[in-house]
């Protein structure tokens, strides 16, 4: 079961560099999140979608922005990176429909900008 | 300033001892869970409480959601070194959009053999 799928697992920006982050997930899950998280901290929201067509800002937006075309798909984009953006990148989806659903996470993307 | 505030950041102990971790905040949730992340791993659910006062059990762990529902602890007996890892609690708010799923500091903890 494939759950909640990160691309890429690694990589190193340059300062000003543009890139997207994917995510895809295939339990026909409505809510999806962006979570950073930084060395030993907890996880901080920076987007999140309750579907498709539907984003909302969360704690840390600036610098990111989001799309949500399919209900499975749930991109992050950064259109210049700054080192400040050094960070683990996780991506969660969970069910809609009752407040106290387990949200699934994929492994992660480890964002290197130097 | 974080929702949620987890203590303690860290905590090191030895096997065999209990340990308690506390999540804190000013705003009432309509649930509370708790994860725990691996090194190089996302978070992985291991309970959710939704009542205030419930109090659920997870083998050696106990998980405790406050009557005022702002506030949760986690207790750990008996703690081994498979325990070892980064405790995060997460709470969906009882006002406004439920659908925000926030998380607390993270309390990392490391039990020695």
């Known amino acids: 079961n494939a759950g909640v799928t990160q691309t890429p697992k690694f990589r190193i920006l340059k300062i000003g560099q543009s890139m997207t982050l994917q995510c895809a997930q295939d339990m026909n899950h409505n809510y999806m999140y962006w979570y950073r998280q930084d060395p030993g901290m907890g996880l901080k929201l920076i987007y999140y979608s309750v579907g498709a067509g539907i984003t909302d800002k969360g704690e840390v937006p600036n610098g990111y922005n989001v799309s949500r075309s399919t209900t499975e798909d749930f991109p992050l984009r950064l259109e210049l990176a700054a080192p400040s953006q050094t960070s683990v990148y996780f991506c969660?989806?969970?069910?809609?429909?009752?407040?106290?659903?387990?949200?699934?996470f994929g492994q992660g993307t480890r964002l290197t900008v130097v | 300033t974080q929702l949620l505030e987890q203590s303690p950041q860290f905590l090191s102990i030895q096997e065999g001892e209990n340990l308690t971790v506390y999540c804190n905040s000013s705003s009432v949730f309509s649930s509370l869970q708790w994860y725990r992340q691996e090194p190089g791993e996302g978070p992985v659910l291991l309970v959710t409480v939704v009542t205030g006062g419930e109090v659920k059990k997870l083998k050696r762990l106990t998980f405790q959601f406050g009557d005022a529902r702002k506030d949760s602890s986690l207790h750990i007996t008996a703690a081994q070194p498979g325990d070892t890892g980064l405790y995060l609690c997460a709470g969906a708010l009882d006002s406004g959009s439920a659908r925000q799923l926030t998380f607390g500091s993270g309390t990392q903890l490391t039990v020695l053999p």
């Open positions: 969660a989806s969970r069910d809609r429909g009752r407040r106290n659903t387990e949200a699934f």
